[in-house]
């Protein structure tokens, strides 16, 4: 095979005269340009072009085992009669103001599945970023290529990403499992230019996961008025934790007899905890036995957050909306303080609740996603630039290796 068709086959560089081969510092450099038989403007396409000398463009390529291979190219500069600029000649295989060919920034990009940015650098000898700047490229381009009209079942959460309250907000795809968006902070203002993009396009929503905060479904009310809000199990579990937690902390402060506070103190998780997956051995069942029956309050409390799990268990809306009805008077004539906020709470959002078992959707998806985004990130140990790490989460759930770091 000559060189010319090894340029042409292995490296995709077109038809091309290689005029010389220099093999020199452990590299090796190929010397070639155009066989053309026509040159025109690279922004106009007009034939009307002067010639204006040329110039040398060293560029990249993949290398051929650990060697370094470049390719000086010859580049013609032409004045356009049409547009009057002087320019370069477009190469077919590079782009503008890159030093390096589209074939090096596919082998970048496929070294990155298995390599860290550090990684990928070393190996090839180049900085860390060019690496990077490969990668962000390929990333905003497949941003790009995300398709909003066929979305129907649409998750909002926040993303924690740094110290100081930073965060970011994500946007999934229920049905597919896709990131279809990443905005800078939460609440209200950084999810409606995204909604508003989403109905622009057209997309037939049908329904949108949320917590239990005002912010999401207030931006989804003002936007899509007529679809429906289902509000997330665990938000509404972790909401009753909390209340419960809450509740023990109050009854240990109160108590006064030191045998009395032994008792309750270290009793957080086993509250929280599913009795099924209490540890019988470890004597969890025996302790948390005893917590309850120190305190009629708090037994209550735990007894109702039991309670309000088979909220999701039933058959079908009706069956589980009974349920909600009774719980939420228990609530409120059993005097305890932290179940009646419960009850108003879960009274003012009834209809996002039972909105479940419409779609039967949860936010479950996107929490496993944000485990996995805050393992990359401190696989990465953190990322420099905002923008690049956004652009990363829009195209986490696409991984299919081990993520390494």
């Known amino acids: 095979m000559s060189t010319r068709s090894e340029l042409y086959h292995c490296f995709g560089l077109g038809v091309v005269d290689v005029t010389r081969v220099d093999h020199e510092d452990g590299q090796t450099v190929f010397h070639a340009r155009h066989r053309r038989e026509r040159i025109v403007c690279p922004v106009c396409r ?3 072009v002067i010639c204006q000398g040329s110039v040398e463009r060293p560029l990249r ?7 370094k291979v470049t390719v000086c190219f ?3 500069r032409v004045e356009c009669s049409l547009c009057g600029g002087v320019r370069q000649e477009h190469l077919v295989f590079a782009e503008p103001y890159k030093r390096y060919t589209r074939s090096f920034a596919r082998y970048v990009l496929d070294l990155s599945r298995i390599g860290t940015v550090k990684d990928v650098a070393r190996h090839l000898g180049v900085s860390w970023d060019l690496v990077r700047e490969i990668q962000q490229k390929d990333l905003e381009r497949r941003r790009d290529q995300i398709d909003l009209k066929a979305v129907r079942h649409v998750g909002i959460d926040e993303l924690a990403v740094g110290k100081a309250h930073r965060y970011v907000t994500v946007v999934l795809d229920m049905d597919s499992g896709a990131v279809i968006h990443v905005a800078d902070g939460k609440g209200a203002d950084s999810i409606k230019p995204f909604l508003r993009r989403l109905k622009r396009c057209g997309a037939c929503v049908e329904a949108f996961v949320v917590d239990m905060g005002q912010a999401y479904p207030a931006a989804v009310a003002e936007v899509f008025p007529h679809v429906d809000l289902v509000y997330d199990r665990f938000h509404v579990v972790k909401l009753m934790n909390d209340k419960l937690s809450e509740l023990r902390r109050d009854l240990q402060r109160e108590l006064t007899e030191k045998r009395h506070k032994d008792v309750l103190k270290g009793t957080r998780w086993l509250l929280l905890k ?14 948390l036995q005893e917590a309850l029956a120190l305190n009629r309050p708090l037994a209550t409390a735990y007894y109702m957050k039991e309670d309000l799990r088979r909220f999701w268990d039933f058959l079908d809306a009706p069956e589980a909306e009974r ?3 009774i719980w939420i008077r228990r609530a409120e004539t059993s005097g305890i303080a932290v179940l009646k906020t419960m009850a108003r709470t879960l009274q003012i959002n009834r209809r996002g609740l039972l909105n479940w078992y419409k779609h039967r959707i949860s936010n479950g998806p996107l929490e496993g996603f944000n485990n996995k985004a805050q393992l990359m990130k401190r696989q990465a140990y953190g990322y420099r ?3 690049f790490y956004k652009l990363k989460l829009l195209t986490l759930h696409q991984t299919e290796v081990a993520l390494v770091g």
């Open 385 to 387: 630039n905002m923008e």
């Open 274 to 287: 599913n009795p099924e997956n209490l540890d019988p051995s470890k004597g969890e069942c025996d302790r």
């Open 74 to 76: 010859t580049v013609q």
């Open 61 to 67: 390529l993949p290398p051929i085992g650990k060697r």
């Open 323 to 325: 349920h909600l009805d």
């Open 46 to 48: 007009s034939g009307s």
